[in-house]
Nanobody
């Protein structure tokens, strides 16, 4: 089991940027899919980006392709989400989630998006608000 802690959220104007960090602790001897998910009030949780610790393979949801970038620093056990060109629609609580890699990176991201209540290790979330 992993322990995940998000940081870096805040208030930003439309068109601005933020970088979220997910600090990871616990046993990392297995391969994992680690990703960023978000949930806005009244909406379903959305898987926006995931990365594999096996080979660095990445997945991005359609809503963030070309704007967001995910990266992992293995030495620091940290996964980052660089968010550019932020829009009011990006306002949400952003969660870091992880699960042992048993499918492709994309499949793991979609699986965790839909099964977050029952599977995976999760952080407490960090609020991102995009507003002028």
């Amino acid at each position: 089991q992993l322990q995940l802690e998000e940081s870096g959220g805040g208030l930003v104007r439309p068109g601005g940027s933020l970088r979220l960090s997910c600090a990871i602790s616990g046993s990392t001897s297995d391969y994992y899919a680690i990703g960023w998910f978000r949930q806005a009030p009244g909406k379903e949780r959305e898987g926006i980006s995931c990365i594999s610790t096996k080979d660095g393979d990445t997945y991005y949801g359609d809503s963030v392709k070309g704007r967001f970038g995910i990266a992992r620093d293995g030495a620091k056990n940290t996964v980052y989400l660089q968010m550019n060109s932020l829009e009011p629609e990006d306002t949400a609580v952003y969660y870091c989630g992880a699960a042992q890699l048993t499918l492709s990176t994309e499949q793991m991201c979609i699986f965790l998006e839909h099964q977050y209540e029952h599977f995976g290790d999760w952080g407490q979330g960090t609020q991102v608000r995009v507003s002028s």
